[in-house]
């Protein structure tokens, strides 16, 4: 079963760093793009940005990119988001998810979505 | 501000149809790029129910379905049941700035 199992809920005050992590399990792990979304609460899904694991090729939503670093460590099938210092703007919940498809990276699904990863922010 | 846009609210009796739409440019579904759906069942991850502007994946009922024309693409419910309501969002590529994969703004179906 493929399956994407990502850390558990984090409490952070502003300034902060935060890494959060995403294991992935039953398919070859560096063979497919891995995303993260965003969701703040009450709100719609935004698409931050995706990692190659196999060439850690990365690609970044405008929005988010310089404000969130994607890694990924395949020798232990895990992707990973950071921050270096938290904003209270942050807080959201956070998906990682397989992306799936044929041909170009642009047309990838996501399929299958990891539980979420709840991220607080607050002095 | 998302550069795909849905209505916020679509709403039907048991059994009845209704289709959301997802309105995005040229720079996105007038270009060529997949769209692709996602069901959010409240307190849940988001679930893929179509791939490729009309592919259901194994397990997913045929009342759902998808289409694509133009800069659109719709997805449409028939014989809506008491468990379709959700949040649905749409999701593709959007070719502008340095490229990235978008969300559309979701919408909230709720059965009467």
């Known amino acids: 079963e493929v399956q994407l199992v990502q850390s558990g809920a984090e409490v952070k005050k502003p300034g902060e760093s935060l890494k959060i992590s995403c294991k992935g399990s039953?398919?070859?792990?560096?063979?497919?793009?891995i995303g993260w979304v965003r969701q703040m609460p009450g709100k719609g899904l935004e698409w931050m940005g995706i990692?190659?694991?196999?060439?850690?090729?990365?690609r970044y939503s405008p929005s988010f990119q310089g404000q969130v670093t994607i890694s990924a460590d395949k020798s232990i099938s895990t992707a990973y988001l950071q921050w270096s210092s938290l904003k209270a703007s942050d807080t959201a919940m956070y998906y990682c998810?397989?992306?799936?498809?044929?041909?170009?990276?642009?047309?990838?699904?996501?399929?299958?979505w990891g539980q979420g990863t709840l991220v607080t922010v607050s002095s | 501000q998302s550069v795909l846009t849905q209505p916020p609210s679509v709403s039907g009796a048991p059994g009845q149809r209704v289709t959301i739409s997802c309105t995005g440019s040229?720079?996105?579904?007038?270009?060529?790029?997949?769209v692709h759906w996602y069901q959010q069942l409240p307190g849940t991850a988001p679930k893929l129910l179509i791939y490729g502007n009309s592919n259901r994946p194994s397990g997913v009922p045929d009342r759902f379905s998808g289409s694509k024309s133009g800069t659109s693409a719709s997805l449409a419910i028939s014989g809506l049941q008491a468990e379709d309501e959700a949040d649905y969002y749409c999701?593709?590529?959007?070719?502008?700035?340095?490229?990235?994969?978008?969300f559309g703004t979701g919408t909230k179906v709720t059965v009467l």
């Open positions: 990692i190659y694991p196999g060439d850690s090729d990365t």
């Open positions: 998810a397989r992306g799936y498809g044929s041909g170009r990276w642009a047309d990838n699904w996501f399929d299958p």
């Open positions: 999701q593709s590529y959007d070719s502008s700035l340095s490229g990235s994969g978008v």
């Open positions: 039953g398919y070859s792990f560096t063979s497919y793009w």
């Open positions: 040229s720079s996105n579904i007038g270009a060529g790029y997949d």
